[in-house]
Nanobody
Framework: QVQLVESGGGLVQAGGSLRLSCAVS????????MGWFRQAPGKERQFVAA????????YYADSVKGRFTISRDNAKNTVYLQMNSLKPEDTAVYYC???????????????WGQGTQVTVSS
C-alpha cells in the first residue's frame, strides 16, 4: 500500500506563490510517476501537472504552463508543486497521486492523497 500526504496549501493573494509538497510512503517512490490534480467546488477533478519516475519528463495543463513547476526528490520520497503568479481561478483542493502510463489521465493513477486546500483571493 502507498500513502500520500499533501501539505503547503493555504490562503494567498492573487499574484502570490505557494509550494505544495506530497510525501509518499509504503512502496518504492522512484517506481511511480507522480501527478497533481485539482478540484474546485462543483467541478470535476482536473489534471494540473505530472512528472515521470525519471525526474526528467514533465507535463502541464495549459492553464498553469509557465506559472507552475513540478519536481520530485526521490531521496526524500517527495514531490513538489511550485505555484507562482496565482490567480483566483486556481482556487481548489489540490491532490497528489501516484501511477503509471499516461500521467495526464486521472484513471492512470492508483494512489491518491487526501488533498490540500488552496485559496487565492482577488
Amino acid at each position: 500500500q502507498v500513502q500520500l500526504v499533501e501539505s503547503g496549501g493555504g490562503l494567498v493573494q492573487a499574484g502570490g506563490s505557494l509550494r505544495l509538497s506530497c510525501a509518499v510512503s509504503g512502496r518504492t517512490f522512484s517506481n511511480y510517476g507522480m501527478g497533481w490534480f485539482r478540484q474546485a467546488p462543483g467541478k470535476e477533478r482536473q489534471f494540473v501537472a505530472a512528472i515521470h519516475w525519471d525526474n526528467i519528463s514533465t507535463y502541464y495543463a495549459d492553464s498553469v504552463k509557465g506559472r507552475f513547476t513540478i519536481s520530485r526528490d526521490n531521496a526524500k520520497n517527495t514531490v513538489y508543486l511550485q505555484m507562482n503568479s496565482l490567480k483566483p481561478e486556481d482556487t481548489a483542493v489540490y491532490y497528489c497521486a501516484a501511477g503509471w502510463g499516461n500521467l495526464m489521465l486521472r484513471n492512470e493513477y492508483r494512489y491518491w492523497g487526501q488533498g490540500t486546500q488552496v485559496t487565492v483571493s482577488s
